[in-house]
Antibody, heavy 121, light 108 residues
C-alpha cells in the first residue's frame, strides 16, 4: 500500500536549519511529483514546495522561496526539504503529499502523517 | 497570486445536507480538489477534478464548479463528517498550488 513517512522535525532556534525527509513506499516513486504542505498552529493548510517526478523542476511558495530547497533521490525513494534561515512563523506540522498528473495536476491523493517543526528560542 | 475564499464555518444537523463554498476569480475554468482534515490525522482527498470521488469515498460527497464558485456537498451528514474542509487549485500562471482558508464543519 502507498505510504509516505516524514521525519526530521524538531525544535530549532530562529535563524537555524533543519532537513526534513519523506520516505515513500508502495508505488513507483519516480513517476510522481511530491509536495510539501504545512499547517501552522490554529491555521489552515499552506502549500510550500513541489518537485517534479524526475527532479528537474521545483516550485516554491513566496513565503519560503530562497530559504527552503526541495530535492529528491529516486534511488532511495525519498524527498527532502532543506530549511534554512528558519523563522518563528515557520512553526508548523509539515506534510509530504503525492500528486498524480494527467495533463493537469489531479490533487494530493496520498499524504504522510506529518512532522512537527518548532522554531523557538 | 490566486486567492480562494471559504466560509470559516458551516453547521448542519445530522441527516441534513452541508454545502461548503469556495470562491475564486473565474474558478469555473480551473480544476478544484477538496480535502477533509481531522485533528491529528493526515488530510484526505474527498473530491478531485471538481466532482470525481476517489475510491473509498462515500457517494454522499459530491462537488460542482461553475463561474466564480465551487461547492462541496455532503448529503446525509454524519457525526464522523465533522472536520475541516479545504478546496485547492493549481494556479497555472505560477505553477503554485493554492488552498482555500478552510471551513470547519460542525455537526450539531
Amino acid at each position: 500500500q502507498v505510504q509516505l513517512v516524514e521525519s526530521g522535525g524538531g525544535v530549532v532556534q530562529p535563524g537555524g536549519s533543519l532537513r526534513l525527509s519523506c520516505a515513500a513506499s508502495g508505488f513507483t516513486f519516480s513517476g510522481y511529483g511530491i509536495h510539501w504542505v504545512r499547517q501552522a498552529p490554529g491555521k489552515g493548510l499552506e502549500w510550500v514546495a513541489f518537485i517534479q517526478y524526475d527532479g528537474t523542476k521545483e516550485h516554491y511558495s513566496d513565503s519560503v522561496k530562497g530559504r527552503f530547497t526541495i530535492s529528491r533521490d529516486n534511488s532511495k525513494n525519498t524527498v527532502y526539504l532543506q530549511m534554512n534561515s528558519l523563522r518563528t512563523d515557520d512553526t508548523a506540522v509539515f506534510y509530504c503529499a503525492r500528486e498524480p498528473y494527467n495533463w493537469t495536476p489531479l490533487g494530493f491523493d496520498y499524504w504522510g502523517q506529518g512532522t512537527l517543526v518548532t522554531v523557538s528560542s | 497570486s490566486y486567492v480562494l475564499t471559504q466560509p470559516p464555518s458551516v453547521s448542519v444537523a445530522p441527516g441534513q445536507t452541508a454545502r461548503i463554498s469556495c470562491g475564486g476569480n473565474n474558478i469555473g475554468i480551473k480544476t478544484v480538489h477538496w480535502y477533509q482534515h481531522k485533528p491529528g490525522q493526515a488530510p484526505v482527498l474527498v473530491v478531485h477534478d471538481d466532482s470525481d470521488r476517489p475510491s473509498g469515498i462515500p457517494e454522499r460527497f459530491s462537488g460542482s464548479n461553475s463561474g466564480n464558485t465551487a461547492t462541496l456537498t455532503i448529503s446525509r451528514v454524519e457525526a464522523g463528517d465533522e472536520a475541516d474542509y479545504y478546496c485547492q487549485v493549481w494556479d497555472s500562471s505560477s505553477n503554485h498550488r493554492v488552498f482555500g482558508g478552510g471551513t470547519k464543519l460542525t455537526v450539531l
